[in-house]
């Protein structure tokens, strides 16, 4: 099993004490992907150098490799959703070959209109067959987007997906 696991977006409800921050709002979010005790995701290097179309001569994209320890302490207070996906052993490696290329030097440039956590997902689930291709722009613009597609792709191919409650004092996606 691959797990794809996804933080909700969010704002924080009026006069709850609650002041964080987030980018995206309910928009936002962050999508990884677990592979064996290992959590991988594409993400921005700089929160203030978000190209609005990529850039490939000046790339502003880190891919992340977390335990699953670091990411459970990362989503502690947030709604989480996690698809648990079957795939090979062999997928499995392949999967983790992608992501050791990408964590040396990533393929895109993280940018508003092209590639983003979800897409990225979305991208490497469509080449492994584990989710229906078509536009990431219709089926992994953001989180919320990217969490829709993949409950009817559970619906249809019997993936099991769970999703925690986040901290009452926000709004959750």
């Known amino acids: 099993m691959i797990h794809v696991r996804i933080f909700h977006g969010s704002f924080a409800k009026p006069f709850q004490g609650d002041t964080y921050r987030e980018l995206g709002g309910l928009f936002g979010g962050h999508v990884a992907v677990q592979i064996y005790d290992r959590v991988y995701g594409f993400y921005y290097a700089d929160r ?28 502690k207070h947030k709604k989480e959703t996690v698809i648990s996906i079957p795939a090979t052993e062999e997928e499995k490696q392949l999967m983790l070959d992608y992501y050791r290329r990408n964590l040396e030097a990533p393929e895109w440039d993280y940018s508003f209109w092209e590639e983003r956590c979800a ?8 080449n492994f067959n584990k989710v229906s291709g ?30 925690k409650p986040g901290d009452p004092r926000r709004c959750w996606a």
Do not use: M
């Open 48 to 75: 203030n150098n978000i190209h609005i179309f990529p850039k490939n001569a000046s790339k502003s994209s880190i891919f992340q490799n977390q335990s699953l320890q670091e990411w459970e302490d990362i989503v």
């Open 119 to 126: 897409s990225n997902c979305h991208r490497l689930l469509a």
């Open 134 to 163: 078509g536009s990431r722009f219709l089926k992994a613009f953001y989180p919320g987007q990217l969490i829709r597609t993949l409950k009817r792709e559970a619906k249809n191919r019997g993936y099991l997906v769970r999703t």
